[in-house]
Structure formats: structure tokens, C-alpha cells
């Protein structure tokens, strides 16, 4: 990610990678820091495919290099939804108690 020298890219994680059964196509999938940038992040990355695709095959021996997929992972903002609920529960469970 270093190597994308795009200033608009803010803080991505990539919190996993899917490959296609022929492994032909990799779904790398992303979380970004802030939401509203999210769209901003992927038309970036998605701008730098190849250069991704080559870093890949600098470091990877494999007799091809997969298509390269970006995506927004919705897990976890789903995660940190259960997580506020879960928390929510606990203190209505504290408050009623008392």
C-alpha cells in the first residue's frame, strides 16, 4: 500500500483474501477507517490494480498471478454492531437491577 502514492488513501486493512476455486481471481477485502472514504478507497485501489498485481508476483512464486478484486468488508461493521447491542443489553441488565 505504500507504493500507491495517491494522498487521498487514508488507513486500509485488508481483512482477507478469497480465491476463485480456478485461482484465477483473488477478492481482497478491506476495511477503512473512516466510512465516508470508503468509496473514495476502493476507486483508488481499484485504480491500482496492476501495480498490486505486480508487488504480488514479486514476492509470490506461483505460476500465475490472480485477477485482483477489491472489496468493502461488511463484517466488520456488522461486528461492531452486534458489539454496541451486546453492550446496550448488558447495561439495561445493570440499570434494572438496581
Excluded: Y
Excluded at 443489553?89 to 445493570?94: A, L, V
Amino acid at each position: 500500500m505504500r507504493k500507491v502514492k495517491d494522498p487521498r488513501l487514508g488507513f486500509v486493512t485488508v481483512t482477507d483474501v478469497e480465491l476463485s476455486e480456478d485461482l484465477k481471481i483473488a477478492r481482497a477485502f478491506i476495511s477503512v477507517l473512516k466510512d465516508e472514504e470508503k468509496e473514495t478507497t476502493l476507486e483508488i485501489l481499484n485504480a491500482a490494480k496492476g501495480l498490486v498485481r505486480s508487488e504480488v508476483s514479486k514476492r509470490v512464486r506461483v505460476k500465475f498471478i490472480p485477477t485482483i478484486e477489491f472489496r468493502i468488508d461488511a463484517s466488520v461493521a456488522r461486528g461492531d454492531r452486534i458489539d454496541r447491542l451486546l453492550n446496550e443489553i448488558r447495561e439495561k441488565g445493570h440499570s434494572s437491577e438496581e
